[in-house]
């Protein structure tokens, strides 16, 4: 059984940042990508960022280019959302997923990730 839970959610003001973690137990997430999605309220759950199992290649959704990065710790099963200049617009629930071992290519196509989170809720203030 595969488990992906995340932390480090909260309220922030806008401007301020957050970091997100994605803690994998269960299995090891060998050789496999990861990802972070959100889903605002009455909004479908999008794509935010991803990276390679290598951490080697990375890709943002546009709306989050130059605030966020995504980063990983193969040996902690653990991979990270740094969030800087938060806006309002950010305000989500944030989702981790993973591809199945031995997928290790980064994507941005929701249905290719197996295994998914409960969410941590990011709320940004005005």
């Known amino acids: 059984q595969v488990q992906l839970v995340e932390s480090g959610g909260g309220l922030v003001q806008a401007g301020g940042s957050l970091r997100l973690s994605c803690a994998a137990s269960?299995?090891?997430?060998?050789?496999?990508?990861m990802a972070w999605f959100r889903q605002a309220p009455a909004k479908g759950r999008e794509f935010v960022a991803v990276i390679s199992w290598s951490g080697v290649t990375t890709y943002y959704a546009d709306s989050v280019k130059g605030r966020f990065t995504i980063s990983r710790d193969n040996a902690k099963n653990t991979v990270y959302l740094q969030m800087d200049s938060l806006t309002p617009e950010d305000t989500a629930v944030y989702y981790c997923a993973g591809r199945r071992s031995g997928s290790p290519a980064a994507t941005t196509t929701r249905q290719l990730y197996e295994y998914w989170g409960q969410g941590t809720q990011v709320t940004v203030s005005s």
């Open positions: 269960g299995r090891t997430f060998s050789n496999a990508a």
